[in-house]
């Protein structure tokens, strides 16, 4: 029997990792950390991948990848431009994220009955007129989960009309909420293009490198998806980072219940799994302010990660953005230090975020879309090498506006570098990857603004993360149980402390030096495991396949409950005289649809394991067949770790 590996990637927020696991026996043999490339991610995938051992590589016969890519695109709005067909009585309380829209009659009622006859002429004028100017349409009819046959006409007429992506809102959500579906249904178009792209590269990737392999992606409620879902459903990967960080850390802790705290360069996120399932979040997941029915991980993320910028205005201050550290730019840019080393001291009536002692700025390759004139004039200026405010002032003979500084930030067109809680690892001794020097010099700069010495100022600045990182576990736990009263508790010198039943596992770089800290703050058994530097990239891999279908059977009318039952799937509606007969034709679709759509993991049926449950809706007093009946499906497959 030859040995299989599997080949796990997470592209986050700062870093890439890629690591190597044995099927037979799950142990992990080779891992890799890359800097995460922007706007290119592929460029830091390679580079992870180039740093692990050839022989094992050979033998990987599933790759699995996690990624911020959707989540990244919907925050900072780079999706591409979509058209928007409401169909039927629409009465839309809010804008939509769309950029074309238009409103057509048609559309069912609650039984899934036709209140209008569907427009298509309209529809056909407007995807015409829209063929150059967009990249994928977004269709969301009234009560399509009670009968989706109008937004399915549409699908056909648009496809045929432009051969762009369709994305109909009964194909992401079963549950009713006009409004929430439409705008989940328009952020998905707006990923399909990127999403493209990037399972494109990923596949000319593996087979470049001659890897006989299946790929999947990690989903954001911690199950994978084959790449043919996720191309057509690119929403359902939003974070998908936080679901891989609770995977790995159950698989590499051995705990199928936990707390995890995954520190990022980014940010942090904080999340539960009990008996080996996540919390998902009732409501659906809300990106970039938009409310959609995507069923995610219920997680709390704060803007404080390991490259967190660490600046002083009448105290010290951690985040929200990340800036690159100094003891890694030191390592990139030959003559950084001495810069750094020079760079005056401002006033400290000057001191904001931009406006320190130790930040710089520099290209960082990107080219920016339409810049403005004060932009280009800023881009002029800075170059390949980093400079300071002080320096740039110097040039321009007047200080950046911020504003302009922030656009360019926003775009990535420039990097900011900076202190961040990394560099004062490397003063401590703690962590010592790059540059110690270039982050004393800094933390000297910087500890000048306060009475502390040099290593205090660093102390403080951990035990600041360490507060920041129970801080989120408790408020998460704690959930809506004033957000003050937990501050106070971990910030004051009171004699208490918290206590937390489950163990807490630390997943990230660095995270081991954080362990002192977090043991002082919350009385926990708290779990460093061995491999927490890449457990993203564990949790990429030991995602199962998993489907989740609802299927409801009502009664067609409350008069005359006893007889003609609806029964409401996600490919349609039947009907049926017999309240038994459609039961047993939903248990039957049920599992149908569930095989039909974990069939392309390429695994044998025997190895699907389908559970199902049913709720019935009987008001009191209620003496005939049930007034609701509810099917959930749930079917679930191991795409690596077979042995055969």
Same mark, same amino acid.
């Given at each position: 029997?030859?040995?299989?590996?599997?080949?796990?990637?997470?592209?986050?927020?700062?870093?890439?990792? !890629? &690591?190597? %696991?044995?099927?037979?026996? *799950?142990?992990?043999?080779?891992? @890799?950390?890359?800097? =995460?490339?922007? +706007?290119?991610?592929?460029?830091?995938?390679?580079?992870?991948?180039?740093?692990?051992?050839?022989?094992?590589?050979?033998?990987?016969?599933?790759?699995?990848?996690?990624?911020?890519?959707?989540?990244?695109?919907?925050?900072?709005?780079?999706?591409?431009?979509?058209?928007?067909?409401?169909?039927?009585?629409?009465?839309?309380?809010?804008?939509?994220?769309?950029?074309?829209?238009?409103?057509?009659?048609?559309?069912?009622?609650?039984?899934?009955?036709?209140?209008?006859?569907?427009?298509?002429?309209?529809?056909?004028?407007? !995807? &015409?007129? %829209?063929?150059?100017?967009? *990249?994928?349409?977004?269709?969301? @009819?009234?009560?399509? =989960?009670?009968? +989706?046959?109008?937004?399915?006409?549409?699908?056909?007429?648009?496809?045929?009309?432009?051969?762009?992506?369709?994305?109909?809102?009964?194909?992401?959500?079963?549950?009713?909420?006009?409004?929430?579906?439409?705008?989940?249904?328009?952020?998905?178009?707006?990923?399909?293009?990127?999403?493209?792209?990037?399972?494109?590269?990923?596949?000319?990737?593996?087979?470049?490198?001659?890897?006989?392999?299946?790929?999947?992606?990690?989903?954001?409620?911690?199950?994978?998806?084959?790449?043919?879902?996720?191309?057509?459903?690119?929403?359902?990967?939003?974070?998908?980072?936080?679901?891989?960080?609770?995977?790995?850390? @159950?698989?590499?802790?051995?705990?199928?219940?936990?707390?995890?705290?995954?520190?990022?360069?980014?940010?942090?996120?904080?999340?539960?799994?009990?008996?080996?399932?996540?919390?998902?979040?009732?409501?659906?997941?809300?990106?970039?302010?938009?409310?959609?029915?995507?069923?995610?991980?219920?997680?709390?993320?704060?803007?404080?990660?390991?490259?967190?910028?660490?600046?002083?205005?009448?105290?010290?201050?951690?985040?929200?953005?990340?800036?690159?550290?100094?003891?890694?730019?030191?390592?990139?840019?030959?003559?950084?230090?001495?810069?750094?080393?020079?760079?005056?001291?401002?006033?400290?009536?000057?001191?904001?975020?931009?406006?320190?002692?130790?930040?710089?700025?520099?290209?960082?390759?990107?080219?920016?879309?339409?810049?403005?004139?004060?932009?280009?004039?800023?881009?002029?200026?800075?170059?390949?090498?980093?400079?300071?405010?002080?320096?740039?002032?110097?040039?321009?003979?007047?200080?950046?506006?911020?504003?302009?500084?922030?656009?360019?930030?926003?775009?990535?067109?420039?990097?900011?570098?900076?202190?961040?809680?990394?560099?004062?690892?490397?003063?401590?001794?703690?962590?010592?990857?790059?540059?110690?020097?270039?982050?004393?010099?800094?933390?000297?700069?910087?500890?000048?603004?306060?009475?502390?010495?040099?290593?205090?100022?660093?102390?403080?600045?951990?035990?600041?993360?360490?507060?920041?990182?129970?801080?989120?576990?408790?408020?998460?736990?704690?959930?809506?149980?004033?957000?003050?009263?937990?501050?106070?508790?971990?910030?004051?010198?009171?004699?208490?402390?918290?206590?937390?039943?489950?163990?807490?596992?630390?997943?990230?770089?660095?995270?081991?030096?954080?362990?002192?800290?977090?043991?002082?703050?919350?009385?926990?058994?708290?779990?460093?495991?061995?491999?927490?530097?890449?457990?993203?990239?564990?949790?990429?891999?030991?995602?199962?396949?998993?489907?989740?279908?609802?299927?409801?059977?009502?009664?067609?009318?409350?008069?005359?409950?006893?007889?003609?039952?609806?029964?409401?799937?996600?490919?349609?509606?039947?009907?049926?005289?017999?309240?038994?007969?459609?039961?047993?034709?939903?248990?039957?679709?049920?599992?149908?649809?569930?095989?039909?759509?974990?069939?392309?993991?390429?695994?044998?049926?025997?190895?699907?394991?389908?559970?199902?449950?049913?709720?019935?809706?009987?008001?009191?007093?209620?003496?005939?067949?049930?007034?609701?009946?509810?099917?959930?499906?749930?079917?679930?497959?191991?795409?690596?770790?077979?042995?055969?």
């Amino acid at each position: 029997m030859t040995m299989q590996y599997s080949l796990g990637i997470d592209a986050g927020g700062t870093y890439t990792d !890629a &690591v190597i %696991l044995r099927d037979s026996d *799950s142990r992990i043999l080779d891992t @890799s950390k890359a800097i =995460t490339t922007y +706007p290119n991610l592929m460029t830091g995938i390679r580079n992870a991948i180039d740093k692990l051992n050839p022989e094992y590589l050979k033998q990987v016969k599933l790759v699995s990848v996690s990624t911020t890519l959707s989540t990244n695109t919907i925050l900072e709005r780079t999706g591409y431009p979509v058209g928007l067909i409401l169909v039927g009585d629409y009465t839309i309380p809010r804008e939509l994220p769309a950029d074309y829209c238009i409103k057509v009659r048609g559309g069912h009622d609650s039984n899934g009955d036709e209140l209008h006859p569907l427009d298509l002429t309209a529809v056909e004028q407007f !995807a &015409v007129s %829209l063929k150059k100017k967009v *990249s994928a349409f977004a269709v969301s @009819s009234y009560f399509s =989960t009670r009968n +989706p046959e109008h937004e399915l006409k549409i699908k056909d007429v648009i496809l045929k009309l432009t051969g762009h992506p369709v994305v109909c809102g009964h194909e992401l959500s079963q549950e009713l909420g006009a409004y929430e579906r439409a705008a989940t249904a328009v952020l998905n178009a707006q990923l399909i293009p990127i999403t493209y792209q990037f399972i494109h590269s990923i596949m000319n990737e593996v087979r470049e490198r001659n890897l006989d392999a299946k790929v999947l992606m990690l989903k954001c409620d911690g199950s994978v998806i084959d790449i043919k879902g996720a191309k057509l459903r690119p929403i359902e990967t939003i974070f998908s980072g936080p679901a891989a960080s609770i995977m790995g850390a @159950s698989h590499l802790s051995g705990l199928d219940t936990c707390a995890v705290i995954d520190v990022g360069g980014t940010s942090t996120d904080v999340s539960i799994i009990k008996r080996g399932v996540p919390e998902l979040c009732e409501k659906g997941a809300v990106v970039g302010g938009w409310q959609t029915r995507v069923k995610a991980i219920k997680m709390e993320s704060s803007a404080n990660g390991g490259d967190s910028h660490v600046w002083f205005k009448k105290c010290i201050r951690i985040g929200p953005r990340r800036v690159m550290p100094l003891c890694f730019a030191a390592v990139n840019y030959p003559n950084f230090k001495e810069k750094l080393e020079k760079n005056p001291i401002p006033l400290r009536t000057m001191l904001n975020e931009h406006i320190q002692p130790t930040k710089f700025f520099v290209r960082t390759g990107v080219i920016p879309v339409n810049p403005t004139e004060s932009e280009k004039k800023l881009l002029e200026v800075i170059g390949e090498e980093p400079l300071s405010i002080h320096e740039i002032l110097n040039k321009m003979k007047r200080f950046p506006s911020p504003a302009v500084l922030d656009s360019l930030l926003n775009q990535r067109v420039i990097h900011a570098i900076g202190f961040t809680p990394t560099d004062a690892l490397h003063v401590l001794g703690e962590y010592t990857e790059w540059d110690v020097e270039a982050s004393l010099i800094g933390a000297k700069k910087l500890a000048r603004f306060t009475q502390l010495g040099v290593h205090a100022f660093c102390k403080k600045v951990k035990q600041q993360v360490a507060r920041n990182m129970a801080y989120s576990l408790m408020s998460f736990i704690m959930e809506g149980r004033g957000k003050d009263g937990i501050k106070m508790m971990l910030e004051e010198e009171v004699p208490v402390q918290y206590k937390v039943n489950i163990p807490i596992v630390l997943l990230g770089g660095p995270v081991k030096a954080y362990y002192g800290e977090l043991k002082g703050l919350i009385d926990a058994d708290i779990i460093v495991p061995e491999q927490a530097r890449v457990g993203n990239a564990v949790g990429a891999l030991v995602g199962k396949g998993i489907k989740r279908i609802e299927i409801t059977i009502r009664p067609y009318s409350m008069e005359n409950p006893d007889q003609n039952f609806l029964v409401f799937t996600p490919v349609g509606r039947k009907k049926f005289e017999q309240y038994r007969a459609a039961l047993e034709y939903s248990q039957k679709a049920g599992e149908e649809l569930i095989l039909d759509s974990l069939k392309d993991f390429g695994l044998p049926e025997s190895s699907i394991k389908i559970d199902t449950s049913i709720e019935y809706l009987v008001p009191p007093g209620w003496k005939q067949t049930p007034m609701e009946t509810k099917m959930t499906f749930v079917g679930v497959c191991t795409p690596g770790f077979s042995t055969d």
